[in-house]
């Protein structure tokens, strides 16, 4: 059974950082993009950032642009999303997702989905 576990979401003041993970199992992931996606209370789901399997093509939502920061452990199955200069408007439930298209993923849709972890940014 695949598996998408986010950690490292919490409670920061404006201009701090947080460092998100999300491990998955269950499979093979090998060729498999990678992404993260949030959704605040009464808003839709946003696209957040992405990457390709080799880590080589990133992509990130102008909203993210220079702050945060997608990266990749392939050897453990592991993604991982650096936040800084965090706002208040970070403020959102923060998912992972996983899909052999990148495409797929910047354009919100993947087969596979973690549970979420909250971060909330206070001003």
């Known amino acids: 059974q695949v598996q998408l576990v986010e950690s490292g979401g919490g409670f920061v003041q404006a201009g701090g950082s947080l460092r998100l993970s999300c491990a998955a199992s269950?499979?093979?992931?090998?060729?498999?993009?990678a992404g993260w996606f949030r959704q605040a209370p009464g808003k839709e789901r946003e696209f957040v950032a992405a990457l390709n399997w080799s880590g080589d093509s990133t992509y990130y939502a102008d909203s993210v642009q220079g702050r945060f920061t997608i990266s990749s452990d392939n050897a453990k199955n592991t993604v991982f999303l650096q936040m800084n200069s965090l706002k208040p408007e970070d403020t959102a439930g923060y998912y992972c997702?996983?899909?052999?298209?990148?495409?797929?993923?910047?354009?919100?849709?993947?087969?596979?989905w973690g549970q979420g972890t909250q971060v909330t940014v206070s001003s």
């Open positions: 997702a996983y899909d052999k298209s990148l495409r797929s993923l910047r354009l919100g849709s993947a087969t596979y």
């Open positions: 269950g499979r093979t992931f090998s060729r498999y993009a």
